[in-house]
T-cell receptor, first 113, second 112 residues
Framework: DQQVKQNSPSLSVQEGRISILNCDYT??????FLWYKKYPAEGPTFLIS?????DKNEDGRFTVFLNKSAKHLSLHIVPSQPGDSAVYFCAASLNTGGFKTIFGAGTRLFVKA | SQTIHQWPATLVQPVGSPLSLECTVEGTSNPNLYWYRQAAGRGLQLLFY??????ISSEVPQNLSASRPQDRQFILSSKKLLLSDSGFYLCAWSVGGGYEQYFGPGTRLTVT
């Protein structure tokens, strides 16, 4: 039962262009959504998050959009940089706090110089 | 500042052998602690979480167990490893009711 799905296993983008990573979820009870970035042989690092009461959150080059009616969120990276090349995990949490966090399978982003 | 340590970084163990992975957190008190596993090509699967000393909740039935003997120490164990236990094991912490989790560097376990 995949409650959080990242249907694109990989994405390749030219440096300077926009990267858009997508995530779909099935449980309407999720109240908080997060994106994590992971380099090989390292643990994920928190990148950006959004509460279910908002539809957009921005932090520098990173913006997360939430469409609750479609149960869809996306991460935009503008402009993309080679150092952004990593695996990006979408995650969703229930209102029990951080205890019930479901992660997607991840999307590997390649930013070409 | 808070830091999280995991060891060992890599481990190769034969089937049927025991396992003990350790995770410690510094710079915070009463953290929530988590063990995740990432199998090849898969997302992060929550195995255990703990809200305090001796308090362990298991998310999936499996060949593994967890213990929290001290506030900032979390241990993942197995009495007899299976081939399917191979994967990348991650420890994480969060504070109070915070949603953001902070991960350790991980342990790559290969069961042969």
């Amino acid at each position: 039962d995949q409650q959080v799905k990242q249907n694109s296993p990989s994405l390749s983008v030219q440096e300077g262009r926009i990267s858009i990573l997508n995530c779909d979820y099935t449980n309407s009870m999720f109240d908080y959504f997060l994106w994590y970035k992971k380099y090989p042989a390292e643990g994920p690092t928190f990148l950006i998050s959004i509460s279910s009461i908002k539809d957009k959150n921005e932090d520098g080059r990173f913006t997360v959009f939430l469409n609750k009616s479609a149960k869809h969120l996306s991460l935009h990276i503008v402009p993309s940089q080679p150092g952004d090349s990593a695996v990006y995990f979408c995650a969703a949490s229930l209102n029990t706090g951080g205890f019930k966090t479901i992660f997607g399978a991840g999307t590997r982003l390649f930013v070409k110089a | 500042s808070q830091t999280i340590h995991q060891w060992p970084a890599t481990l190769v163990q034969p089937v049927g052998s025991p396992l003990s992975l350790e995770c410690t957190v510094e710079g915070t008190s009463n953290p929530n602690l988590y063990w995740y596993r990432q199998a090849a090509g898969r997302g992060l699967q929550l195995l255990f979480y703990s809200v305090g000393i001796g308090q362990i909740s298991s998310e999936v039935p499996q060949n593994l167990s967890a213990s929290r003997p001290q506030d900032r120490q979390f241990i993942l164990s197995s009495k007899k490893l299976l081939l399917s236990d191979s994967g990348f094991y991650l420890c994480a912490w969060s504070v109070g009711g915070g949603y953001e989790q902070y991960f350790g560097p991980g342990t790559r376990l290969t069961v042969t």
